[in-house]
């Protein structure tokens, strides 16, 4: 990557001819795929984030699986996205491309299974407004009694 932005770097400053400046379209090209691929990683990882978020602060079993499902599963899929576009071309991307349509059927089917087990096994989702505790029931949380 680094050696990228040198030779674009390396490129417009010897390339240049009459006062203006020569770009190589390979280069050009090669720095776009690098702005995609980077831009769907870090999207990706913004909405790993964001469902890791939402599994430490949502109430109860079946919010926290909603947002970890569908967030975790959007997430890596942009993430192999941009990887896939970082590989160009290659036998690497196909088996990216595996891995990615792997996780979009699986993953979505293990998040239904185990909220239908957990309801069916007796949990009950929370329903109405959320209360957070008081800091009075707080207090004794953590001692022994």
């Not at 009459?18 to 999207?43: E, P, Q, W, Y």
């Not at 990615?100 to 239904?112: E, G, M, Q």
């Amino acid at each position: 990557m680094i050696d990228l932005f040198l030779a674009a770097a390396d490129s417009a400053v010897h390339g240049s001819t009459g006062g203006g400046v020569k770009f190589d379209t390979t280069i050009i090209m090669a720095l776009l795929r690098l702005g995609l691929s980077m831009g769907f990683i870090t999207t990706g990882v913004f909405f790993v984030f964001a469902g890791t978020l939402g599994v430490l602060r949502l109430p109860d079993f079946f919010s926290r699986i909603h947002a970890a499902g569908m967030t975790d599963t959007l997430g890596v899929e942009l993430i192999l996205l941009g990887l896939m576009l970082q590989a160009g071309f290659s036998l690497l991307s196909l088996k990216f491309l595996l891995v990615a349509f792997f996780l979009l059927l699986t993953s979505p089917t293990a998040t239904h299974a185990m909220a239908n087990a957990a309801y069916h096994g007796g949990l009950k989702p929370k329903l109405g407004r959320y209360k957070s505790p008081d800091i009075d029931t707080l207090r004794g949380y953590g001692e022994a009694k």
